[in-house]
């Protein structure tokens, strides 16, 4: 079974990329969506005035995973490994599309203004 992963998807690009990707890809391509935290909440804004079937909003699974947090993200990955990507279960299991587009644009004024942990945390 091929599935999809957006991470993050709570809310901006992530997030109209999974509502286009349930809108246009096969009702039986699970998409998998990250969100650092309230869960329910992000599934219900994705879902939202989609107009979809209830097997098609089904296909939608929202996971918790914070990209600044390395054990959420081996967690996520070990989640999606046994729920969508197990050989032994589902020898044409595989991932077809991922999309993986963390970051933040925090503006700075001048090159003397940038502060160095924020720069870190920047992508």
Not at 15 to 28: C, N
Not at 72 to 81: F, N, P, Q, R
Not at 111 to 123: F, H, I, M, N, R
Request: glycine residues 6%.
């Amino acid at each position: 079974m091929a599935w999809t992963l957006v991470t993050p998807s709570s809310r901006g690009i992530g997030a109209a990329l999974v509502r286009q990707l349930l809108k246009t890809t096969p009702a039986f391509v699970p998409v998998v969506a990250t969100a650092r935290s309230d869960i329910e909440g992000t599934k219900e804004k994705l879902l939202s005035d989609l107009g979809l079937s209830e097997d098609e909003r089904m296909r939608l699974d929202v996971q918790r995973c914070d990209v600044l947090d390395e054990s959420s993200i081996a967690d996520l990955a070990g989640y999606c490994k046994e729920r969508y990507n197990d050989k032994s279960k589902d020898k044409n299991a595989h991932l077809r599309l991922g999309l993986m587009i963390p970051g933040m644009l925090i503006p700075e004024k001048a090159p003397d203004k940038v502060e160095y942990q924020g720069a870190l945390d920047t992508l």
